[in-house]
């Protein structure tokens, strides 16, 4: 098993200590935390808590969501799926934490969500299968519980030692879902460790290469939500197509999965064609938005997301 470090502390909500930094993730270390409260956490419908549906809802009519999910059949697709997701409690609070803590983390985790229902339903067919690999899709993020406030709306460049705690999220949602969902192997822990794990083995926290089709999906999902999306540390989102040109550069050079990266372009598409008619091209005509500092430290521009 790689070996995995804690560079911060992991609390849940109430502020209690999972681990300690400087842990090792060992497998002793996740069965005890995973068997601490295996049975103790009731399960919840996602989108029967508080305002989760209809926040879902407001988001998907803003552009470019309003493309991709243009058609009553394909929200009620979406709302099909997503209605029989259950998670243990504890979840669904720190989801909800961010409504009022880091709004836009909260909306991020529940696009994400959305985008990768709708991408997964093009490559998976299996209705069992498909629920219980989306379930990873809301919270993959929710290790930024242990991640200062005042980094996660920073709005201008990130330290280097704000960044390590930044990317501390990654090990700190994989506690923090072991111990949750009771099992270390679970499918929304595994994804909330390496969703910025990269296909080329460029990403962290370890720099693993990445073959897991729902990894991938969250992947370029969470790269383009984050990318057309209001940031703190940028004045205006990417337009739509500099976002897919950028997600496309990616995938073409190995770094993200193409066959997603086509199912997404297809997506954005007003007639829907098959992703498999989707070819990917290196021309590039968009531009980043003026003064953004995305992927930008104060010493150096290395990748901070």
Do not use: W
């Not at 007003?270 to 995305?294: A, F, I, Q």
């Amino acid at each position: 098993m790689p070996e995995y470090r804690l560079t911060h502390a992991v609390t849940d909500i109430t502020g209690r200590e999972l681990l300690a930094a400087d842990t090792r993730l060992t497998l002793p270390v996740l069965q005890t935390l995973a068997g601490e409260h295996k049975t103790a956490f009731p399960g919840c419908n996602l989108l029967s808590y508080c305002r989760v549906q209809a926040d879902m809802v407001d988001f998907l009519r803003e552009p470019p969501y309003d493309v991709i999910f243009h058609g009553a059949d394909r929200h009620q697709a979406i709302f099909d799926i997503a209605g029989d997701v259950v998670m243990p409690e504890p979840v669904l609070i720190s989801l909800y934490h961010f409504r009022q803590l880091d709004f836009y983390t909260y909306r991020h985790m529940l696009l994400v969500f959305a985008l990768s229902i709708l991408i997964a339903r093009e490559l998976i067919d299996d209705r069992a299968a498909l629920l219980q690999e989306v379930m990873a899709g809301p919270i993959h993020d929710i290790g930024k519980l242990c991640v200062p406030p005042a980094i996660l709306t920073k709005k201008t460049p990130l330290t280097p030692s704000e960044i390590v705690h930044l990317r501390h999220h990654a090990l700190a949602g994989y506690v923090l879902l072991t111990h949750f969902f009771g099992e270390h192997e679970n499918l929304a822990a595994r994804v909330a460790r390496d969703h910025h794990e990269r296909k080329d083995g460029s990403g962290y926290p370890l720099g693993n290469p990445i073959d897991n089709l729902m990894i991938d999906i969250i992947m370029v999902s969470d790269i383009y939500d984050a990318l057309i999306s209001p940031r703190p540390y940028r004045p205006v989102s990417y337009n739509n197509r500099t976002a897919l040109e950028e997600i496309t550069h990616q995938a073409m050079t190995g770094i993200i999965s193409k066959t997603v990266t086509r199912v997404l372009i297809s997506l954005n598409r007003r007639l829907k064609p098959h992703y498999s008619s989707c070819t990917l091209s290196s021309e590039r005509r968009g531009l980043p938005p003026k003064d953004n500092v995305y992927g930008r430290k104060s010493e150096d521009s290395s990748d901070p997301a």
